[in-house]
């Protein structure tokens, strides 16, 4: 029989007693409506039971009669009948990328083990208030799911499939992008947590078409301290963690100007796609504290737009 | 285009340096596991032909500017005028002229330390390793340095600040035949002189040709001189090495007009012991000598020097000279007194005891003495003993018919000792057995050949000659106040042969026939007269200068107990010192110089102290002679001969020979050669444009790395 190989992190590592403390008093509201099979506090695209009002319908037989507007149907002669939204319980669908790239480290965590722990930090939150996490680890050929679930045995579940291996596989994240819009039927939250740091244009593709069915898409970017500064001084062999055969022995006095430029100007590309697709981009170093980040984060969602 | 130091550019292959630092930084470059490689090739797909291009550009401006860098310091000029540029390859020779003469002019600002100055100017100018030559000429060409590279601009002043003066002259024609046959093969030379303009020293040197395929460019720092008048005192006597306590002893200095204008009423100043004493006025046309006669008194017997001093001119250093003096309060004359001379007049001594006080001093052997001013007589008859001698520095033989060979032989004992010996030859005196007798004890100078006679008082007689102005010792004897010597008449004499080489004759008859012969033995001394002291022959005893005269005898005789104290600045410094008991050394001091140290050979009745080789300098020497109780100093006048002291420059005509003979270019200060030196080298070389480039290409390379910023 085989033995199964150790966990790359310990479960503390990836959900720590400090981030629950933090993330205890917080709520994680749906942006926009969502559907779940369960009663919760988010509003739903379905029309059901409940006492906020939605809009009017013309009855049809079969309409429940107790739903009719006796007011509206007397004026406008015609029979309508009230139609109310329906509060629901949030799916979130957390994608963390596990490409190789994510294994780099140069101001203390990985950047998986940030996306980990921003992964556990979401998944933790929305158990709390009764709703439902599921996760998707984009790996090399496969991706590994955790199926969605709102018990506490769900999160150490969660907890278990981030813990269980350091990233270390080519970028597979449209696949697995698609692949979720194929499985979540019902709309809900996909959080994306990633360093982004590959071309744009088919993830982009494939979170507009999750915004497109109606998924509130979050993305969470994780941003090397050395990737961002290049704090070289002197020629340096770049050897590319996914592709250890892709090397570049370059000056890096004549690059660095130009190398941070172009990794501004990435980030602004994808700044500019969130804004255009309403998509919360949230941005933060892998040496800033994932309570910090979340916390932050969850408290201007809440916030009205503009303030 | 030729380098001036050509050895650099075996620095250039060091120009590579940039391409193998950019090939070891690449080898030794960090290794990054990087997880942004989309951004870094994104950015190297814009930007990898430019970033290529860079560097190549980075890399061609270091390696040019290593290559300025070496051309700088490898001084590029072009080929026709590498000959006449100072660098590398150029053998710099300085010749210093290092005579007396260098040093006139005001003090402190003299030629010589206006010319060190502008050499040291010149020497800093130089670089680091190149090649040059230093020589100081003066009576030879002493090379001090000799081809050596430049260590520092300090290290060369240095050598420049060593450079003393000599007193010496200069003759460049000599001088520089052995300069041009040591620097004709070498291939490029330059001549830099520090000289002065003197006609004596140029002489001839205008005919020089200099050798074939040698021809240097020549710089010729000749400091001007404001001041045109120059004396010098050449030489300082006194009538001799000893003179008598609290008498006027005469001093003769010769001075000569050295200047270009005439002297008038200028003052010589005689200075006893450094105290004044004495002046006399002179004049002296230009080019003129003389002597300056003056007279000084000593007040205590000992050792004293007497200084002749003229009042400051272009050269100072020729404007003193010393005499140094052994002075004596009396002397003790032994006077050995023929018994056969009985008639009146037969000898002097019977005059003299009537112009002394005769005292009875000697009851016992009832021998009569008396005193002449600072001369103690003591009259001796019959045998010669030990005890007459006793304390005696002069015997004075007055005749001698009755003299035994003991009493000669006891003579030459007294003389060997130190003593001086008188003899007077008159016409009692038998040619024949005084030529033997003394002849045979070594005690006669000049034999006696033949007996002349005239009639007393008749109208032949024989005259004095006037004394030599070149010997001190008479001359005072030839002026009114003194009595002149030439007023002597003699009719009784004796023809003397030729003295040997070591005597002197201060005095002779009209006829050039010796009368008077000195001969200084060491010790000791011989005065021979070649006719009698007696009034009855000559007319000596009645003449004014007789008592002169005869101290001036007895002094000479007595100088024969002492060293000379005015000596040759040629020959080493030799002294005489009696007394053996307790002496511990003796060294020559004179003031600003190193003391010489002398070493003692033991001589008969004390030592005899030798400085090892001559004195550098003229001037006033003290020997101190160290004993176990005291300290003896005695004064010792050293003289040279004044060779350099002649000023006068060269003529307009000369000095234009002189200058197209050896290609030379006058400058007079700093300011003038360094326009010379400008001059010769303007747009020859490409330094400044070398060093243009180098800028320029560091700006560049500035301007590239400033764009990565």
Redesign the interface.
């Known amino acids: 029989m085989a033995q199964a190989p150790l966990p790359a992190y310990g479960l503390d590592d990836i959900l720590s007693a400090r981030a629950k403390d933090a993330l205890r008093s917080l709520e994680l509201n749906a942006r926009r409506a969502v559907e779940g099979a369960l009663h919760g506090v988010h509003r739903s695209r379905r029309k059901g039971i409940s006492t906020e009002f939605d809009h009017h319908k013309q009855y049809q037989p079969g309409d429940p009669l107790k739903h009719l507007d006796w007011k509206v149907s007397a004026r406008h002669d015609r029979y309508f009948v009230k139609r109310y939204l329906e509060d629901t319980a949030l799916t979130l669908h957390i994608v963390v990328d596990r490409s190789a790239s994510m294994r780099r480290a140069s101001g203390g965590a990985t950047k998986f083990l940030q996306a980990a722990r921003i992964a556990a930090g979401l998944v933790y939150l929305a158990l709390r208030q009764g709703d439902s996490a599921g996760l998707a680890l984009s790996d090399a050929g496969e991706t590994v799911w955790v199926t969605p679930g709102s018990t506490q045995a769900h999160l150490v579940r969660v907890l278990q499939a981030l813990a269980a291996r350091e990233a270390g596989a080519l970028d597979q994240l449209p696949v697995t992008l698609q692949q979720i819009l194929d499985r979540a039927r019902r709309k809900g939250l996909v959080a994306l947590v990633s360093d982004l740091m590959f071309d744009p244009a088919p993830v982009q593709r494939a979170l507009a078409s999750l915004q497109a069915q109606g998924h509130e898409v979050l993305l969470f970017q994780l941003r090397d301290p050395a990737e961002e500064d290049f704090p070289f001084n002197r020629w340096v062999q770049f050897q590319d963690l996914e592709d250890p055969a892709r090397r570049h022995r370059l000056d890096t006095i004549p690059l660095k100007r130009l190398y941070r430029e172009e990794y501004a100007a990435l980030q602004r590309e994808w700044r500019e796609w969130a804004r255009k697709y309403n998509v919360h981009l949230v941005s933060s170093r892998t040496d800033e504290p994932v309570e910090t980040v979340l916390t932050s984060y969850i408290r201007r969602r809440v916030e009205p737009r503009g303030s | 285009m030729t380098f001036i130091n050509p050895g650099f550019l075996w620095v250039l292959p060091a120009a590579a340096l940039p391409v193998l630092i950019y090939y070891l930084?690449?080898f030794?470059?960090?290794?990054?596991?990087?997880?942004?490689?989309?951004?870094?090739?994104?950015?190297?797909e814009?930007?990898k032909k430019k970033?290529y291009w860079?560097?190549v550009i980075l890399l061609a401006l270091r390696t040019l500017a290593c290559v300025a860098l070496v051309l700088a310091f490898a001084r590029p000029s072009s080929s026709g005028a590498a000959g006449t540029v100072s660098g590398s390859g150029m053998h710099r020779v300085i010749l210093v002229d290092a005579s007396y003469s260098m040093l006139a002019g005001e003090p402190g600002r003299a030629r010589w330390e206006r010319g060190k100055e502008v050499l040291k100017r010149l020497t800093a100018t130089w670089g680091r390793g190149e090649k040059w030559s230093l020589a100081r000429v003066a009576e030879r060409v002493e090379w001090l340095v000799d081809g050596e590279a430049i260590e520092d601009a300090q290290a060369s002043a240095a050598r420049i600040d060593a450079l003393k003066p000599a007193e010496a002259r200069v003759e460049w024609a000599k001088a520089l035949e052995s300069v041009f046959a040591k620097l004709a093969s070498e291939p490029g030379v330059e001549l830099y002189f520090c000289a002065d303009d003197q006609a004596a020293s140029w002489a001839r040197a205008e005919a020089l040709r200099l050798p074939p395929n040698f021809a240097p460019r020549a710089y010729w720092i000749v400091p001007p001189l404001e001041e045109p008048s120059n004396l010098a005192v050449t030489e300082v006597r006194l009538a001799g090495d000893v003179s008598l306590a609290g008498h006027a002893s005469p001093v003769f200095a010769r001075v000569q007009n050295f200047g270009t204008r005439d002297v008038e009423h200028a003052e010589m100043e005689w200075l006893v012991d450094g105290a004044f004493a004495a002046k006399e006025a002179f004049s002296l046309r230009p080019g003129q000598s003389g002597w300056v006669q003056g007279e000084v008194i000593f007040d205590r017997a000992g050792s004293h020097y007497v200084t002749a001093r003229v009042g400051a001119d272009a050269l100072d250093l020729d404007n003193r000279f010393s005499a140094g003096v052994e002075v004596v309060e009396q002397l003790n004359v032994l006077v050995l007194r023929d018994p056969g001379r009985t008639r009146k007049f037969d000898s002097s001594w019977d005059f003299l005891k009537i112009a002394g006080q005769s005292e009875k001093l000697n009851d016992k052997d009832d021998a009569p003495v008396f005193t002449l001013g600072p001369l103690v007589f003591s009259v001796h008859e019959g045998p010669l003993d030990e005890a007459a001698l006793r304390e005696k520095q002069v015997v004075v033989v007055d005749g001698a018919s009755g003299l035994a060979p003991e009493a000669a032989a006891r003579l030459r004992t007294f003389v060997q000792a130190g003593g001086g010996l008188l003899l007077s030859a008159d016409d009692a005196v038998d040619a024949q057995a005084w030529n033997a007798l003394l002849g045979d004890a070594g005690l006669l100078p000049s034999p006696l050949r033949a007996a002349r006679l005239e009639q007393v008082a008749g109208e032949r007689f024989q005259t004095l000659a006037a004394p030599d102005p070149e010997r001190a010792a008479f001359r005072a004897l030839s002026s009114a106040e003194r009595g002149d010597l030439a007023e002597a008449r003699f009719y009784s004499w004796f023809e003397l042969d030729e003295p040997a080489e070591d005597a002197r004759i201060p005095l002779r008859f009209a006829d050039g026939l010796p009368f008077l012969v000195l001969e200084r033995r060491d010790p000791g001394a011989v005065v021979q007269l070649a006719a009698g002291l007696n009034g009855r022959v000559n007319n000596l005893p009645v003449r004014e200068f007789f008592f002169p005269f005869l101290f001036r005898l007895c002094t000479e005789a007595a100088a024969g107990a002492y060293s000379p104290r005015t000596v040759d600045r040629a020959a080493p410094v030799r002294l005489r010192l009696p007394g053996a008991a307790g002496l511990r050394g003796v060294t020559l001091h004179s003031e600003g110089r190193e003391p010489l140290p002398m070493t003692l050979q033991p001589a008969p009745q004390g030592f005899v102290a030798q400085s090892a080789g001559a004195p550098e300098w003229s001037g006033l020497y003290a020997a101190l002679a160290v004993r176990e109780t005291s300290t003896e100093k005695i004064w010792i006048g050293v003289q040279g001969p004044r060779a350099d002291s002649d000023l006068a420059p060269l003529g307009t005509e000369a000095r234009a020979e002189l200058v197209q003979a050896l290609g030379l270019a006058e400058a007079p200060d700093w300011d003038r050669l360094d326009e010379l030196l400008r001059a010769s080298r303007g747009g020859a070389e490409w330094h400044h444009w070398v060093v243009l480039a180098l800028l320029a290409l560091l700006v560049g390379e500035l301007l590239m790395?400033r764009?990565?910023?």
Request: a positive charge; proline letters at 0%; zero cysteines.
């Open positions: 930084m690449r030794r470059s960090l290794k990054v596991e990087w997880g942004a490689t989309y951004v870094l090739e994104r950015v190297l814009k930007l970033l860079d560097q790395e764009r990565f910023l």
